[in-house]
């Protein structure tokens, strides 16, 4: 229960303050006309998507991994980080937590009617057409997928993944700001679309298909990369195991020996790598 709060809370504040900053990056630039450059808002729109995200990263990413995103979750489940009922828990959570985050900028914001929900066609500042969008949608959010698995995988996880993260959602959201508002999350898309009504809703399937879509590629590649991931055992395997090891000390004593002298074998060619890689620099 306690990963699906924090995918809830997290999710929340990424709406709240993502759109929410947008909201009030585009009531300024109005305010002020063209004193305030449109990439100025972007940059603002992406930073605050892009640090909120960092926060929550170490605020929850102990807890749950720090998904927010239906389209993360769904490649983590790909790669066998996580079972199917999480999955659909972290699902829910994300999107109640994206409506509720909308609900909460709808309350503070009354009398508007935007509350940067994604759009592309006449409500998208090019112009941009429904099969556009959609590309759009699938490339930001594979890569972005993509980064966020390479920098949660136990042997490249570090103190800094989460500004790593952080920093692909900036370039991602830099990107795709002037086009759609900024996606490449189905959450962040649902829950202003819900709140916001209008056109909004009718467009929202768009955002929500391409960001699933990129996904599911961004796992696909991960494993090609990083090969499959050792599925844990389960509790069942491990009483059997530690069972046959009782009954047969001595085939589990040769076995162990084994994998030491694997280990060995391929410590011993790591370094002869290395030595050759040495000569050849030299």
């Known amino acids: ?148 698995l390479g920098a949660t995988d136990k042997k490249e996880k570090t103190a800094v993944s989460g500004i790593v993260i952080g920093l692909a959602l900036v370039a991602v959201y830099l990107f795709s700001v002037p086009f759609t508002g900024g996606g490449a999350n189905p959450a962040r898309a649902f829950g202003p679309a819900i709140v916001q009504l209008s056109t909004a809703i009718t467009q929202v399937w768009v955002f929500i298909v391409g960001p699933l879509v990129g996904g599911i590629l961004a796992a696909l590649v991960n494993k090609i990369f990083r090969g499959e991931p050792k599925e844990a055992k389960t509790i069942e395997e491990k009483k059997t195991d530690a069972k046959a090891k009782k009954e047969n000390p001595i085939e589990a004593a040769i076995a162990a020996d084994e994998e030491d002298d694997d280990a060995e074998e391929a410590e011993e060619d790591t370094k002869e790598d290395a030595k050759d890689e040495e000569k050849v620099t030299e």
């Open 1 to 148: 229960m306690k990963k699906y709060l924090a995918e809830f809370i997290g999710t929340l504040a990424l709406a709240l303050i993502g759109c929410g900053t947008a909201v009030g990056a585009n009531a300024l630039f109005t305010a002020l006309g063209m004193g305030l450059p449109v990439a100025f808002t972007t940059l603002t729109i992406a930073v605050a998507f892009g640090v909120t995200y960092i926060a929550m990263y170490y605020a929850f990413g102990s807890v749950s991994g720090c998904h927010l995103n239906p389209a993360v979750s769904l490649a983590v489940l790909i790669n066998k980080g996580m079972g199917v009922k999480d999955f659909f828990g972290y699902i829910i959570a994300q999107l109640v937590g994206a409506v509720a985050g909308a609900g909460l900028l709808a309350l503070f914001v009354q009398g508007r009617t935007s509350l940067d929900a994604c759009a592309y066609g006449d409500s998208s500042t090019f112009g941009i057409t429904i099969w556009m969008a959609l590309g759009l949608e699938l490339v930001t959010s594979f890569l972005f997928v993509l980064v966020f």
